[in-house]
Structure formats: C-alpha cells, structure tokens
C-alpha cells in the first residue's frame, strides 16, 4: 500500500480518470515548432499571424521566446520574418506577403491543407461546396479564401440545412472544418444527404484523427464520472466540443485554461473526475490542473486509453535542417 502522509489522510478521496489520448496532436505540436526553430534560426523578432494554436499559455511561451503575435499582415514591418497560424490563411495572405518580398513560414495544419485542396479541386469540377462550419472561425475564414467568392456556403445546423436555397442543387459537395463535433456533424451530413440525394462526399473524415480520438476518449470516461474538466482555451474549438461531448455523455463538465481556475464550489460532492485537454494544450498544464487538485484531495489517478496516436507532420523544408 502506498505510503500516505497525515495530511493526505485527512483530504477527501477523489479518483480521478485521464483521458488518453488527450492534449497536443501532430499539427499543433508541428506548429508550434516551426515558430521555435523560425526564431532560431531568424533571431526574434518572428512575427506570428494570428495565434499560432488557440492557447493563451502556449501563446505567452512563444511571445517570451520573441514571437509577436499580430492579426493582419499589415502589421508586420517589411524585414521580419512571419509565420502563418495553424488554422490556415486564405490565398490571398501568402499573396500578398510574397507581393511585399516578406520572408514567410506557412504552419498551416497538413489535415487543413488537405481540406483546401479538396476545395479547389471541387471548385475545378464545377461543385458548389457546402461547408460545415463554425462562422468566424479562423479554420473556416482560410478555407474560404482557397476557392472564389460565392462558390462556397456555410453551414452551421441541421436547421441551416432546410433553407438553403443552392445555386446548382445537382453540382453539390461538402467539406467540413477538422474540429467539429463528431456527432453533430453527422447529423448533419446526414440531413444534406436527406435533402440532396447527389450531393458528393470527400474522399476520406475531414474531422481530424485528434478531434475524432479526443472525443471518444471522454465519452469513455464521462459515464464513469460525476463532472469532467476539459483543459484549453475559450477560443478553441476542439476543446469546447470536448465539454460538450462530456455533458452528452452524462456528466456535467467545465472548460479550465489553467490549475488555478478550477472552481472548487462546482466540485463539491464530486467523488469521480474526468480530465482531458484540447489539441492546443500542453501537458504540463494537465499537471499542473492534477497538482491543483492534489491540494484539496486526496487523489486516485487512472489514465483511460482509449487510442494511441503516433502521427508525425514534416516540418517546411526551410526548416528541416533546422
């Protein structure tokens, strides 16, 4: 039996169940390299369009390394190296840099950039693609921007499916953003399907392996669990859809950014937790959240694997000698 101090001994038992896998997925870790090995290689400062991956702690990390975070390409002075975020730019944003004689770096997610083809090559045989999306989103803002201007629609729900109005209902196609719900985005796959008996399919899941992996991971665990916290930023998609997933599932769940944002209130009479982190967070911020934890309970930790990823991104070519 493993030693317990007095301390620990008087700390309310809580067991506590990691989603595995969970945090940092391919592209996002690809990213953020290519904005380490651009400073090392350029010096700081390298100037990042738009947040690299959607995590306030990742994001400060690299601004302490020299990385400037700036939301338009304007923003940039004419000598500084750039950076494309994960989430895609639409063509028009290498344009213009290369219009500028600006040195960039394109850490667009490769799952992305293969939705981006899909795009121009739907558009190239004549398709009106119908996207499945969250409007605003930086991921559905780039893909946009790969195919001209009225060639594609937004969808957001399965409601949004029963008054589209089409340009060419027998030219159709759609392509969907990599962090979506699972679920939600089925639904709605299969009302477009419903309506639009011809409409053409992409080749292969355009919801990333990660987004899909993190998913089935908490509704694992979320059963098993009185409340789950969900480890990422407001902004982040893929986390967001994590909660989302947990409270399907049957346990109710809250989005952490950090250790010291876990409302301790909201735990109350909780024996079992679920944990995860979005695709943008860090583990050392899953340690930091159990640490956190480990103040006020006395924990059980279990890790629920559920899948196990070993997907590897090349880095651009600019910087694979780096």
């Known amino acids: 039996m493993p030693y317990m101090s007095a301390a620990m001994a008087s700390l309310p038992p809580l067991k506590l169940l990691i989603a595995a896998p969970r945090g940092f997925c391919a592209g996002v870790d690809r990213a953020i390299r290519i904005v380490e090995l651009a400073i090392e290689r350029f010096c700081a400062p390298v100037y990042v369009r738009h947040e690299i991956v959607h995590n306030k702690f990742v994001v400060d990390s690299l601004r302490a390394k020299g990385a400037v975070f700036v939301e338009e390409l304007d923003d940039v002075p004419d000598d500084a190296p750039v950076v494309f975020s994960a989430h895609g730019v639409p063509k028009s944003v290498p344009a213009a840099a290369e219009a500028r004689g600006l040195n960039y770096l394109d850490a667009t997610c490769p799952l992305v950039s293969k939705v981006h ?158 944990l995860t982190a979005g695709a943008s967070a860090p583990e050392l911020l899953v340690r930091e959240v159990v640490a956190k934890l480990a103040e006020r309970y006395a924990i059980d930790e279990e890790q629920v694997e559920t899948a196990r990823e070993n997907m590897i991104f090349k880095l651009p070519r600019a910087l694979q000698a780096a």
């Open 117 to 274: 083809s899909q795009a121009e090559n739907l558009v190239r045989a004549g398709k009106h693609i119908l996207f499945v999306g969250h409007k605003g989103h930086p991921e559905v803002i780039g893909t946009f921007g790969q195919v001209p201007e009225g060639r594609m629609s937004l969808i957001e729900t399965v409601a949004d499916v029963a008054t589209l109005t089409p340009p060419e209902p027998e030219q159709l196609a759609f392509l969907t953003q990599t962090t979506l719900s699972v679920d939600d985005t089925a639904e709605i796959i299969a009302a477009l399907k419903a309506r639009f008996p011809s409409i053409g399919a992409p080749r292969g899941e355009d919801i990333c392996y990660a987004t899909s992996n993190r998913q089935a991971a908490v509704k694992a665990i979320a059963p098993l669990c009185d409340a789950m916290l969900v480890i990422g930023a407001p902004n982040s998609s893929n986390s967001l859809r994590l909660v989302e997933a947990a409270e399907r599932a049957g346990a109710r769940a809250m989005l952490v950014q950090r250790g010291p944002d876990i409302d301790f209130e909201w735990l109350e009479g909780v024996k079992t937790l679920g």
